[in-house]
């Protein structure tokens, strides 16, 4: 029938990272879902309750883009018992005009990672300050390393704080991070100390209660929320989405089912103040308008943007020839 | 991270076919899906208008199976002006127990045309008369072919009929399948003439409108409806539907949506009526209970029924070392 390029994380690093065409190709992307452009049907969700696992798929297909991609997400979460890590899975790319199978992309998250730290970049490009200097990041993870090298691309950061809940995670954080950027990154000693001074916050723990209230907000604040994906998370209190001059997040359908718009709905907060990310970046409706102004981006993770970093790596891979590729 | 076991159509073709354990596999499933054990969401589908295409996603959940299945069919219904098929797909095969995904299946189809034979096979084993000998097909394609071999399992089929629209079509069907199986197949002048004289019918076509209407209906008849899996299909009439003594479908919630049950309802036909195949394989239903009953089955597939046969297949390829395992 043809062939079938199988690409594994280390062919993908090769293809895709934090470069400037895959900045645009996320951006490109936000005003497309707003816009209803495309097709984007809701999470797919499957339970395992007998493994303590659920699997996730996400797709969409967005004209213009030469791929489909179709991610399985697997968390496993009683893996670590068994040596194997939580979070799993990988994306199959189609071909947006025959529909026929281009490529298995074998990523290890790694595309997700990707994807999910541009976005951060370019929430921050279109709501915090343009003078950013200083960063704060809740959460040491690997998300939290992605979502601090993304804001390089877009603002001139030259410091950044992280809090951890285990402080030597945050340690580490701050030693690894310091060396790869350049910057002086410093653990923090609680989530105000990591706050205080910074433009932008960006929050990326897996919290099922809020890490930020209205108490540590401060003029002219940009907050990237990234952590909450699912109906138990939240890491922003409702009174801080109220507070806050601006809200918009990637989706509203997700944000107001599995993101920070799920529980400043139900303390009352009114849906229709809210904005989508694509439609900033559109220009139909204002971003930041001035230094004091607390604004916040929600970010739920779309199949879309698999899509726009998936069609990306499968184009640059088969013109570099990476890969294997498997006759089918 | 792991290994990940690719397989093709020969491949597949070599793990499962036409075999009892097969068929056990497939029946076992329905009572499953009926009592709301494990999880099959929705189906999850993408459309594709500038290509006239669309990706169906379909997955299942089943405690005791030792893989998930996630099946993306896509139709891209101007291929063939490009000289590809129209329809085409693939299946990930996923770890129950770790979401680890193990294999990936480049089909053809070939699975999903298996696992709707045999399901027709179900069907008519809980549904036809026992003493059945005699077939009638409408539609004379790939699935056709697999209807009627899959009902030499359960019933000793001695001769068939098939309709066509294409009567060359039917003339070929007849040809191949009377060699293929020893006895005699027949191409029938009308729907009326293949219908006559049979004991079970199996609708195969992509119909949008009845061609099974209740003139045509006899004693006896069991009537397993195949083609209809979306809201603009359709192949025997509501009145059909009102005048069987049973109405069973795989499916409810789907047969609801894409199968036969659409129109039916529409048309005023008591969903209280309804069962699935699984309450009449647990026996919680009873099946056909005179042989002068008229019967209907539809199916729309699940994906139930794909994680069902994907994991037997990985499965035997496994214990047989089939296929190019890739390091992940």
Redesign the interface.
């Known amino acids: 029938?043809g062939s079938?390029r199988?690409l594994?994380?280390g062919d993908l690093r090769q293809a895709v990272g934090f470069g400037q065409e895959e900045l645009a190709a996320i951006e490109a992307v936000y005003p497309l879902i707003s816009e209803g452009v495309g097709?984007?049907?809701?999470i797919?969700?499957?339970?395992?309750p007998?493994?303590n696992?659920e699997?996730d798929?996400k797709?969409?297909?967005l004209?213009g883009y030469s791929g489909?991609a179709?991610k399985?997400s697997?968390?496993?979460f009683d893996?670590p018992s068994?040596g194997?890590p939580s979070l799993?899975?990988?994306m199959?790319v189609?071909d947006?005009?025959?529909?026929?199978?281009r490529s298995?992309l074998?990523d290890?998250g790694y595309l997700t990672d990707l994807r999910t730290g541009l976005a951060g970049a370019v929430a921050a490009r279109y709501l915090a300050r343009a003078d950013s200097t200083s960063a704060a990041l809740l959460g040491a993870g690997a998300q939290a390393r992605y979502q601090l090298e993304a804001l390089t691309l877009v603002r001139s950061i030259e410091r950044a704080k992280v809090w951890a809940r285990q402080p030597h995670r945050a340690v580490e954080f701050a030693t690894e991070m310091t060396e790869r950027l350049g910057f002086a990154v410093e653990p923090a000693s609680s989530i105000e100390d990591a706050v205080d001074g910074a433009q932008i916050l960006v929050t990326t723990t897996p919290s099922t209660e809020p890490l930020v209230d209205t108490s540590m907000l401060h003029a002219g604040l940009h907050v990237t929320a990234v952590g909450s994906d699912a109906e138990t998370k939240q890491e922003i209190s409702p009174g801080v989405v109220s507070a806050a001059d601006r809200f918009v997040c990637d989706s509203i359908a997700q944000s107001s089912r599995l993101g920070e718009l799920r529980t400043a709905l139900a303390s009352g907060f009114d849906i229709g103040s809210v904005a989508e990310l694509g439609q900033v970046i559109a220009g139909t409706v204002p971003g930041r308008t001035s230094d004091t102004e607390v604004t916040i981006c929600d970010l739920t993770g779309t199949g879309a943007q698999d899509t726009a970093i998936a069609s990306l790596a499968v184009e640059r891979s088969a013109r570099a020839g990476v890969g294997?590729a498997?006759?089918?």
Do not use: W
């Open positions: 029938m079938i199988v594994v994380e097709s984007m049907p809701p797919m969700r499957v339970d395992v007998e493994s696992g699997i798929i797709t969409a297909y004209p489909i179709v399985v697997a968390g496993f893996n068994k194997l799993g899975g990988l199959m189609f947006a005009e025959t529909g026929v199978p298995a074998f290890n294997t498997i006759e089918t």
